[in-house]
């Protein structure tokens, strides 16, 4: 099956930890995402990559990392220094232009100790 | 703020009832999208439309654009308790990547 899988589905952070949600894809798509889900809100780019080596910023990248070293993963690292990363976190793919339509994983909820 | 914004943040009918939400924008697009997501779920793309297009369907969905108003709608006709969940719209006027809305969240009763 093709598709986009994100594990683990709920993450659990004690203060001061660095965690790192994975997201995998194997529709062969060149661009890649994650955002971040508040309750009751849409959502808010965190980074995104448009190809392997490659990634920047969105809207809210501070407190977290990523990298893009096979074009079927793209993992993101919250760190420490994120102080509210309760969250729902989503990670996305597209066939390559940013703005064509967009097929996401099941997200991963992060709660914190 | 959002670029783009749905209204209204809630709605509720019975099963069988036209379900019609809207989403405003602010710049110039390229593409307009609608996606769904059920409660505690991944989003899943329903319908993109180009900025040179005015209606689109697909099923029991129908979407319209107007780029004068800036603004495009989302009609499900002849609801089903299925169709409950949250409906956001997605634009590309960011740099060409996407900027989501808060949705609208959908009860449809049975």
């Known amino acids: 099956d093709g598709g986009i899988t994100q594990s683990p589905k709920y993450l659990f952070r004690k203060e001061g930890q660095n965690v790192t949600l994975s997201c995998e894809q194997n529709?062969?798509?060149?661009?890649m995402y994650w955002y971040r889900q508040d309750p009751g809100q849409g959502l808010r780019l965190i980074y995104y990559?448009?190809?392997?080596?490659?990634?920047q910023k969105g809207d809210i990248a501070e407190g977290y990392s990523v990298s893009r070293e096979k074009k079927e993963s793209f993992p993101l690292t919250v760190t420490s220094a994120q102080k509210n990363p309760t969250a729902f976190y989503l990670c996305?793919?597209?066939?390559?232009?940013?703005?064509?339509?967009?097929?996401f994983g099941p997200g991963t909820r992060l709660l914190v100790l | 703020s959002q670029q783009g914004e749905e209204d209204p943040q809630a709605l509720s009918i019975q099963e069988g009832e036209n379900a019609t939400m809207n989403c405003s924008y602010k710049?110039?697009?390229?593409?307009l999208q609608w996606y769904r997501q059920n409660s505690g779920r991944g989003l899943v793309h329903l319908i993109l439309?180009?900025?040179?297009?005015r209606e689109k369907h697909s099923g029991r969905l129908r979407v319209t654009l107007d780029t004068s108003k800036k603004s495009s709608s989302l009609l499900i006709t002849a609801s089903r308790a299925a169709d409950t969940a949250s409906y956001f719209c997605?634009?590309?006027?960011?740099?060409?990547?996407?900027?989501f809305g808060d949705g609208t969240t959908l009860t449809v009763k049975p």
């Open positions: 710049t110039s697009i390229n593409n």
């Open positions: 439309i180009r900025s040179n297009e």
């Open positions: 997605a634009t590309d006027a960011n740099a060409g990547k996407s900027t």
């Open positions: 990559s448009q190809i392997v080596n490659d990634f």
């Open positions: 529709l062969n798509h060149d661009a």
């Open positions: 996305a793919s597209s066939i390559g232009q940013t703005g064509e339509t967009q097929y």
